[in-house]
């Protein structure tokens, strides 16, 4: 069992769990769920937009813990301050040391950006519950879904007025793209291996069909990559670990985007 099956199989539990300490009727109640979606596909396409999206990543199987010294309420305002197109917030606690409560702290300080939760999802109760937090978009990780799933899933979130993400590894995956999904993501770090190369995004760039906002995520630590995606059509960039090493994440990121903005 590779790192990945070992994840999805912990995830179904924590579901299952979780199910019978907050119900789906519940969930509808909380005040997320009534909100309206903030879309980062109309952000990542805005004239001057950044691209970036930056992510809340306290640590991962591949890197351990990479910081937990910092808030996420802090480091999320500290972003959109920065002019990021948008955020990810990790709510994975077995591996990446995300919880919901982190998902609610960065849609409480940060009302009109886009927010993706980031997490494993499996099941649709997790659609609701991403809602219910205040997620504007989820993350479908095809590698780990088969395609009716992913399309069950994607088409849920759609009728929630949220966005989908789909992340892929390879041209195989791009197989589970369907019509409910907004963007596609291109994960350039193996989930097998967990080796890192750019080059992924830049060869699957053109089987993605034009219709889908293409976005790379893993690996980019700097602007000339940025650029050079920019060049396979990419408009958002996902960052978390670079960010989120240092000693201020927030600061980080401006600083990126403002070399960014200087061959915009």
């Known amino acids: 069992m590779n790192i990945l099956e070992k994840i999805v199989e912990t995830k179904k539990a924590e579901v299952a769990r979780q199910k019978k300490v907050v119900s789906v009727a519940q ?3 909380f005040p997320g769920y009534q909100r309206k979606c903030n879309s980062l596909k109309t952000a990542l396409l805005k ?24 808030k996420v309420e802090e480091v ?15 709510t994975d606690y077995e591996y990446f040391g995300g919880t919901m409560a982190n998902l609610a702290k ?19 109760y997790q659609v609701v519950e991403a809602k219910a937090f205040g997620a504007d978009v989820i993350l479908l990780i095809a590698a780990c879904l088969e395609k009716e799933q992913a399309e069950t899933l994607a088409k849920k979130a759609k009728s ?13 995956e791009l197989k589970l793209v369907n019509d409910f999904v907004d963007m596609v993501g291109v994960n350039n770090r193996n989930l097998k291996t967990f080796k890192v190369d750019v080059e992924t995004s830049v060869k699957l760039a053109e ?6 906002v ?47 903005s200087f061959r915009t």
């Open 214 to 260: 293409k976005v790379s995520e893993s690996g980019l630590a700097g602007a000339e990559t940025i650029h050079y995606l920019r060049k396979s059509g990419f408009k958002g960039f996902l960052i978390g670990e670079t960010f989120m090493k240092t000693n201020n994440p927030a600061e980080a990121c401006r600083a990126l985007i403002v070399k960014l």
């Open 76 to 90: 999320t305002r500290g972003y959109a301050d920065a002019g990021a197109a948008g955020l990810s917030v990790l």
């Open 160 to 172: 929630l007025g949220m966005e989908v993400l789909m992340e892929v590894h390879n041209a195989e």
């Open 47 to 70: 004239s001057g937009s950044s691209g970036i999206i930056a992510e809340f990543k306290q640590k991962s199987p591949s890197k351990g813990e990479i910081n937990f010294a910092v």
């Open 27 to 29: 969930l509808k109640k």
């Open 207 to 212: 089987r993605i069909p034009i219709r889908f």
């Open 106 to 124: 960065a849609r409480e300080v940060n009302p009109e950006i886009p927010i993706i939760r980031k997490d494993f999802m499996v099941d649709l």
